[in-house]
């Protein structure tokens, strides 16, 4: 009969967790612009509004070693394995607390054994028997007790605080998901920007050497004239001045070039030096550095609140903010706690499990608020101001987003103008190259005229490798902008 009560309170206690308190959470509906002002095609990439499939964005540069190192990065990098871990310690927690949804059960057991040599003076002269205790009740010389029980307590959610409290437990986990996209989104720029950025230091590195060889071949030339007497010691002298400078220009990038593969070995979880050997430019290579994809698909602006994993991190993270308040508004409203016992007690352990042993009690429990000095309503005060503050934050963050991506689109476009200039100073440059050591041959200019126009020609061309550089970097900058880099599943 005991039994059947407990179970009895228990379903009406079930039947009485169909309330919950706090505000239903809805999503933000914000308004977004019906497409990017800055989406303006260049002379080399459409940029249109068609959407696609930016999760393996970087194989649009068709570099296999790119690919190689983002992969690897994936696999090893520190900071996306410490993501990842908070992901799983998030889904953890999400356990704990649905776990106050049902009944806790424990087990005990004891045994007792007393034993006692002392007699009272009036039978010390007689067989043994039970001692007399207090108020002259007998205490058996000899006593064994076992006992084994189990004890069942449950907090019935009548209002819904632990539901609303699981339900910020799940909204956290899946923010906790999308801060790890965020971080894999963050990891692929920086492996490609560090990567491009070892090649356009390569790229000057090779014009730098192609350069000194050169003006080392001029110096040899100006010094056979000089013994012929067809130049003077001047342009000697201003030839070996190009030929320490262009010198003095390689360590200063065989420097930068150590920092970056140093850079990418961290990335990858490795040692900086690790990767050393296997970056060093190809010996037979026009151009170190990929070409810009023939085109770039933005896709919307509304799908960008979709596609940034920063963005949906902060729209679950305000969603946990939301049901905090229910968590908070439940402590507003009584309580109901239920605990069941049971045992089985008895002076032998055999048989100690026979239904004439067992005994049981139930007990049904309510308590109510009736004054805390206004610690609860201050504390749903609380609550929703963090949703409003997370709301707020929601609400930069799709601010700053459209930024992000007008600021790339608008860089992108106006370094692409920058780079077909430079294309023409290169080609004006070496056109006035040829003309000064023409008229320098036949006596018609000084000598330093060929050097101005070779420093004219050098600058433009390290010039031209830094722009397309900064080409690549700034479509680097529009997928991470855009939330590319990651794929459900």
Partial sequence: ??????????????????????????????????????????????????????????????????????????????????????????????????????????ASGNALGYNSDRKTPAASSSASGPSSGLVGIPIPSHLSLYSAGFDASWEVDIFGGTRRSVEAAK?????????????????????????LTLRMVQSRLALGRTELERQRSLLALIRDRRANGFTTQLDVNQQTNQVA???????????????????????????????????????????????????????????????????????????????????QTANLYPKLNLLGLGAFAGPRLAGLFDNQNFSSTGLGMASAPLFNGGRTTASIAAAREERQQAL???????????????????????????????????????????????????GFVAFINVLQAQNALLNSRDQLIQSDAQSLSDIVALYKALGGGWAEG
């Fill in 1 to 106: 009969m005991i039994r059947l009560r407990i179970a009895s309170v228990a379903a009406v206690g079930v039947l009485l967790t169909g309330c919950m308190v706090g505000p239903d959470y809805r999503r933000p509906d914000l308004a977004t612009p019906s497409m990017f002002g800055e989406a303006a095609s260049t002379s080399r990439t459409t940029v249109s509004g068609a959407d696609a499939d930016l999760s393996r964005w970087w194989t649009q540069f068709g570099d296999a070693t790119l690919d190689d190192l983002i992969r690897r990065a994936l696999a090893g990098n520190p900071d996306l394995q410490i993501a990842a871990s908070r992901v799983r310690e998030a889904r953890e927690q999400v356990t704990v607390a649905a776990a106050a949804l049902f009944p806790s059960l424990s």
């Fill in 392 to 442: 707020l934050a929601y609400q930069k963050a799709v601010l700053g987003a459209f930024e992000e991506v007008e600021d790339g689109l608008a860089r992108f476009k106006t370094e692409d103008d920058r780079r077909a200039s430079l294309v023409q100073a290169v080609a004006a440059a070496e056109n006035s190259l040829k003309i000064a050591q023409d008229q320098y041959a036949t």
């Fill in 171 to 195: 909204d956290t986990q899946e923010a906790q998901e999308w801060s790890h996209r965020d971080g894999q989104v963050s990891l692929l720029a920086e492996v490609a920007n560090t990567y």
């Fill in 245 to 327: 400078q262009a010198a003095a220009a390689i360590p200063q990038l065989q420097a930068l070039q150590a920092a970056q593969v140093h850079a990418l070995g961290v990335l990858l979880g490795e040692s900086p030096e690790a990767l050393s050997a296997e970056l060093q430019p190809p010996s037979e290579q026009a151009s170190l550095l990929p070409p810009p994809p023939p085109t770039l698909p933005t896709g919307l602006p509304s799908e960008l609140l979709q596609r940034r994993p920063d963005l949906r991190e902060a729209e679950r993270r305000l969603a946990a903010a939301n049901a905090q308040i229910g968590v």
